[in-house]
């Protein structure tokens, strides 16, 4: 395990966005279904990991086509469109962007050649080598057997340029020869004209599993998205794991051994509470870590309140286990995703209000516990803090279902710059005046692990310990924006 130092200065985004969430990747193969429909249901199942761009490519077995937009799922795909796609394979994918940036090139599903075909393929995670990888792009083009022309700026374009292998090889062992060689996270989706194939990095960081339709087969990065396309859970497609589907049926290949080191994030907020990760309900997990807040940091108040949506679950835990009254202190507008539409100067100042509006007779005169699942910045909580004061409440105490983050991620999560993590260099005490709260308390690392019932050292906990499972490549091979750098 790599321990990162204090000189650690890895800056994965510089530009000033919010935190955002992991891909979404979606696949089925299914003779005589609607399999366009289908991965468009998955996707918009998966909506919430990734809300940039979104695309889906099908095959008929003769050929691969690809339909892909910036937006959302609802907003890049129509009964037209959809109609298009025609066959009896599908990969879908949407996207947040971790490496490269956020454009039009870079939306997935990406296509590449094979020896004798297409490959389409859909990334969830992110690549800590993909300058090797870029260095053996540039090999192979050199050598007159890799792509010709540029390609996109993202390390899911550059896998798509390695699947295409040597001469007569096959899809399934480029594969197998090409994954034992990428570091990082990687759920993946991808299919030739006749196959579809799942795999997953020997960590397992990022969630993928499969499911069984009635004439098919579903693979998708929550299990959630599998009840939405009515498919029944399977398993988990292994750490370390690829599978192939076709019309020989199910073939696995373990490609390197298992090493799991799942993502604890997932539980904390990715994923969906409706989402078992491991054996585990994501919305139980939340619920404990609630309770293991309230045992660890118990305080006199009238009205537990979350900041909806992510805040409920510990919420309720912290309510169940204090003997506090729950109640909704704060009223979230469903409709505020990601837009492409600016705000305005006045509409900026105030600031989460668009998002979030107090209702004042719940809160006017009470002492509140705020519950939220995380800090990244600070924004959240400081403007949820000034609203509440407003609104009159008489004390204010901030909760927090995960431990402090103070390290970067380099597997999947674009949180921000270490710089501009607020728990990277300030204490509790010094957080707590900043947010303007009455009193701070964040769950600590033992509890939100207990809550997840994982074993430590299957979890990935890099973001509050500075432990990365995957070894970090040197500092310059290193960043986001690397592949859009000359070189
Ligand atoms: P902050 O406002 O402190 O910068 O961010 C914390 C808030 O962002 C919390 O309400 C939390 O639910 C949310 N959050 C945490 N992680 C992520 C993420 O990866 N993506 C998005 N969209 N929100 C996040
Ligand atoms: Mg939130």
Redesign the pocket.
């Known amino acids: 395990m790599a321990r990162a130092d204090g000189r650690l200065t890895h800056e994965l985004n510089p530009q000033d966005k ?4 992991a891909c979404g990747v979606f696949g089925v193969w299914a003779p005589g279904e609607d399999v366009a429909k289908l991965a468009y249901f998955g996707l918009y199942a998966l909506q919430h990991r990734g809300q940039e761009s979104a695309g889906i490519a099908a095959s008929n077995g003769r050929q691969i086509l690809v339909f892909r937009d910036m937006g959302l799922v609802s907003q890049v795909f129509d009964e037209a469109s959809l109609e298009t796609l025609q066959g009896h394979i599908a990969v879908g994918h949407c996207r947040y962007s971790t490496t490269g940036g956020s454009t039009w090139e870079n939306a997935q599903p990406t296509l590449g050649p094979t020896y004798d075909g297409t490959v389409a393929l859909g990334h969830n995670g992110n690549l800590t080598n993909t300058a090797d990888l870029r260095d053996m792009v540039a090999e192979r083009q050199a050598a007159g057997t890799g792509p010709a022309g540029p390609i996109s700026t993202n390390d899911t374009s550059l896998v798509t340029a390695l699947l295409a292998g040597d001469a007569d090889t096959t899809l399934t062992q480029s594969a197998l020869d090409l994954f034992p060689k990428l570091r990082g996270a990687y759920s993946l989706v991808f299919m030739d004209e006749n196959t579809l194939y799942a795999a997953r990095d020997p960590q397992g960081v990022r969630p993928l599993v499969l499911g069984r339709l009635e004439r098919g087969w579903v693979v998708a990065s929550e299990s959630a998205a599998l009840d939405i396309v009515g498919a029944s859970m399977v398993r988990e497609v292994e750490p370390g794991e690829m599978i192939a589907i076709d019309e020989d049926g199910l073939r696995t290949y373990q490609f390197a051994p298992k090493k799991r080191a799942g993502c604890v994030f997932e539980y904390v ?2 994923a969906r509470p409706d989402t078992t990760i491991n054996g585990e309900v994501v919305h139980s997990a939340r619920v404990e870590m609630g309770r293991h807040l309230a045992r660890e940091h118990p305080v006199d108040a009238d009205l537990v309140i979350p ?1 909806p949506e ?2 409920t679950p510990a919420a309720v835990g912290y309510a169940e286990e204090s003997g506090i009254p729950f109640g909704q202190g704060l009223v979230k507008n469903a409709y505020v995703g990601r837009t492409f539409i600016q705000p305005s100067q006045t509409i900026r100042q105030l600031g989460i209000r668009l998002k979030l509006n107090p209702l004042k007779e719940m809160i006017a005169g009470k002492r509140l516990v705020v519950v ?10 400081r403007a949820v803090v000034r609203m509440l004061r407003e609104a009159g409440a008489a004390e204010i105490h901030v909760r927090i279902s995960s431990p402090p983050i103070k390290w970067p991620c380099f597997y999947g ?1 674009d ?1 921000a710059s270490r710089a501009e993590l ?1 728990a990277n260099g300030l204490e509790n005490d010094d957080i707590c005046a900043s947010l303007g709260a009455d009193t701070l308390g964040y769950i600590s690392i033992d509890g939100m692990i207990e809550s997840t019932r994982q074993e430590r050292r299957q979890l990935c906990t890099a973001c509050f310990t500075g432990e990365y499972p995957i070894d970090l490549p040197a500092e310059d091979r290193l960043g986001k924006n690397l592949l859009e750098l000359p070189f």
Request: proline share 5%.
């Open positions: 919010g935190p955002q969430d907020y990715l900041t992510s805040g939220d699942d995380s800090i990244v910045r600070g924004n959240t909580q999560i949180f607020i």
